[in-house]
């Protein structure tokens, strides 16, 4: 499972799973790039070949910064992930806002939304949702040689895939 993307251009296709497939599209809207062609379901949508470029000079960009908004990966706590991590894509995570708005369920089953002084702790959006975590729990890493390639393999495969369909 996951997402094909099957070139207009006689190149081998790009596959990734559905984590994989988040990640990207994390680190493209983190590089600044559209992602509205960028589709969540396998349906054939077509991604342009000028999307496709714009993408890969956004991907190739973000990979050689290498000031405070350089690429970096969060590792936050989840049950839902091989290994009970999650890796998300971040730039400046060091640099919290001191206020983030949570959403709390009261007792009598209200959603109440407030915002909350962060101080000890911070509040992260998952694919699963929100979760709140002490900020010793998460721990920013580098980019690994293997993440660098992922990106750079989908990067060359926009670059010379003269647009592609997802699937």
Same mark, same amino acid.
């Given at each position: 499972?996951?997402? %094909?993307?099957?070139?207009?251009?006689?190149?081998?296709?790009?596959?990734?799973?559905?984590?994989?497939?988040?990640? $990207?599209?994390?680190?493209?809207?983190? &590089?600044?790039?559209?992602?509205?062609?960028?589709?969540?379901?396998?349906?054939?949508?077509? /991604?342009?070949?000028?999307?496709?470029?714009?993408?890969?000079?956004?991907?190739? =960009?973000?990979? *050689? %910064?290498?000031?405070? &908004?350089?690429?970096?990966? *969060?590792?936050?706590?989840?049950?839902?992930? #091989?290994?009970?991590? =999650?890796?998300?894509?971040?730039?400046?995570?060091?640099?919290?806002? $001191?206020?983030?708005? /949570?959403?709390?369920? #009261?007792?009598?089953?209200?959603?109440?939304? /407030?915002?909350? =002084?962060?101080?000890?702790?911070?509040?992260?959006?998952?694919?699963?949702?929100?979760?709140?975590?002490?900020?010793? =729990?998460?721990?920013?890493?580098? #980019?690994?040689?293997?993440?660098?390639?992922?990106?750079?393999?989908?990067?060359?495969?926009?670059?010379? &895939?003269?647009?592609?369909?997802?699937?």
């Amino acid at each position: 499972m996951g997402m %094909d993307c099957v070139p207009l251009n006689n190149i081998e296709p790009f596959h990734c799973n559905w984590s994989g497939w988040a990640f $990207l599209r994390r680190v493209l809207e983190l &590089s600044g790039a559209d992602t509205s062609e960028m589709a969540w379901t396998n349906d054939g949508h077509l /991604v342009r070949a000028e999307t496709a470029k714009a993408w890969a000079q956004a991907l190739r =960009q973000k990979l *050689a %910064d290498r000031g405070p &908004s350089r690429l970096k990966i *969060a590792k936050i706590p989840n049950k839902h992930f #091989l290994g009970g991590y =999650q890796e998300i894509p971040v730039v400046e995570f060091e640099k919290l806002p $001191l206020e983030t708005k /949570v959403y709390l369920k #009261l007792k009598d089953g209200t959603i109440a939304s /407030v915002f909350e =002084q962060v101080k000890s702790y911070t509040v992260v959006e998952t694919i699963f949702g929100y979760l709140r975590l002490n900020k010793n =729990q998460i721990r920013i890493t580098e #980019l690994d040689k293997d993440t660098r390639k992922f990106i750079r393999e989908f990067a060359d495969f926009c670059e010379r &895939s003269g647009g592609f369909r997802q699937f």
